[in-house]
């Protein structure tokens, strides 16, 4: 079946330095690409999407990227800060059957 | 708008018990799926309703089920509980047919004795 793979499991970065998270997908009809932070003790949350017509999106820090062809999609924190500190989940849905494909999630430290 | 709402949000039970808890989606959200989240791992994907159907179903035993009300408000059961079952579960809900954000609800936590 659809698997996503996502790395790495955990990342540990200075404050104010530059993280990237990456997850890889199996199914070429994926066309929906979210990620959700969660932070300790709470309910994940989506912190921003693309859909496959769109190779790039930002929002402030934060940025997706997708390379439809290798079939991999990453999430791009820049400037990162103390509340940037959370586990970050990838997924990916294709119109097969709508259901959310989840990676393994990120543990992200961010070090002061 | 009133968030997703799970009940009750902590249960303790024993071994070879039952137990169901409950998810009350956004209002006019359609969809409702359910995950089980134990400490340090992923979310695994119990199963999802629309519109009072099970759309899909992750791969879980028979002894967790699921329903769907013509409200939306959606029921999990799991019978014969055991020890692996204490978790955090969690549900979400969603607005339409296809690719739409996920709203989850704060989770019910079970600890299975």
């Known amino acids: 079946g659809e698997n996503v793979e996502q790395h790495p499991s955990t990342l540990s970065v200075q404050e104010g330095d530059s993280a990237v998270i990456k997850c890889t997908y199996s199914?070429?009809?994926?066309?929906?690409f979210p990620w959700y932070k969660q932070e300790l003790g709470k309910r994940p949350q989506l912190i921003i999407d693309?859909?496959?017509n769109v190779g790039e999106k930002k929002d402030q820090r934060i940025a997706v990227t997708l390379n439809k062809t290798a079939k991999h999609f990453s999430l791009h924190i820049t400037e990162t800060q103390p509340e940037d500190s959370a586990v970050y989940f990838c997924?990916?849905?294709?119109?097969?059957?709508?259901?959310?494909?989840w990676g393994a999630g990120t543990k992200l430290i961010i070090k002061p | 708008k009133a968030g997703v709402t799970q009940t009750p949000r902590y249960l303790i039970k024993t071994r070879g018990q039952q137990v169901t808890l409950s998810c009350s989606p956004i209002?006019?959200?359609?969809?409702v799926s359910w995950y089980q989240q134990t400490p340090g791992q992923g979310l695994q994907f119990l199963f999802e309703?629309?519109?009072?159907?099970?759309?899909n179903k992750g791969n879980f035993p028979g002894r967790f089920s699921g329903r769907q009300f013509s409200n939306s408000r959606s029921e999990m059961n799991v019978s014969t509980l055991e020890l692996g079952d204490s978790a955090l579960y969690l549900c979400?809900?969603?607005?339409?047919?296809?690719?739409?954000?996920?709203?989850f609800g704060p989770g019910t936590r079970l600890t299975v004795l």
């Open positions: 979400a809900s969603g607005a339409g047919y296809d690719y739409n954000e996920q709203f």
């Open positions: 209002s006019g959200h359609r969809s």
């Open positions: 309703y629309f519109s009072e159907t099970q759309r």
């Open positions: 199914d070429s009809a994926s066309n929906y």
């Open positions: 693309i859909r496959s």
């Open positions: 997924a990916t849905t294709s119109p097969r059957n709508y259901q959310l494909i």
